[in-house]
């Protein structure tokens, strides 16, 4: 009876053990550090035209808060009669939705400005890549915006 018992522990432990572990690595896998995502979306695209932003910038441009984020990037053309803009946002999980209108509204800003100015232009802002997954939150206002999705979607 003992080696029945024993047998069946053991059992017990080690298909615990295992969804534990897969639990852990899926989390782990959906969750990539910012600095991972940020590389390979940074390798998957030239941005040799584009400038970073900071803070300030994604501030006045789309108005999110400090508080609602915990990391970015922001690259921009670097004239205001391109339309390209590439937002990668890690999100605090009780402001996804925040951030996200906040970004709807920016680009539907640029749309109407692009509209009747530089149609060319507004075709981007027309294609732009817009996901979510996890925390993050990806916008792509670019010729390249599929293949910055390829690379965003890689990531998780």
Sequence with gaps: MPVKRMAGLLI???ALGLLVGC???KAQAKNPP????KDKLTKAVDLATFK???YAKLKRYYGIARGDIE?????RAPSNIKADEILLIKVKPEALDKVQQQIEQRVAKQAASFKDYLPEEYYL?????IKVQGNYILLAISKDAAQIARAFAECF
């Design 12 to 14: 017990l432990v080690l």
């Design 23 to 25: 639990t852990i690595s």
């Design 34 to 37: 910012f600095h991972e995502v």
């Design 52 to 54: 970073e932003g900071n």
């Design 71 to 75: 990391d970015f990037v922001l690259y």
């Design 125 to 129: 802002i027309e294609k732009r890549v």
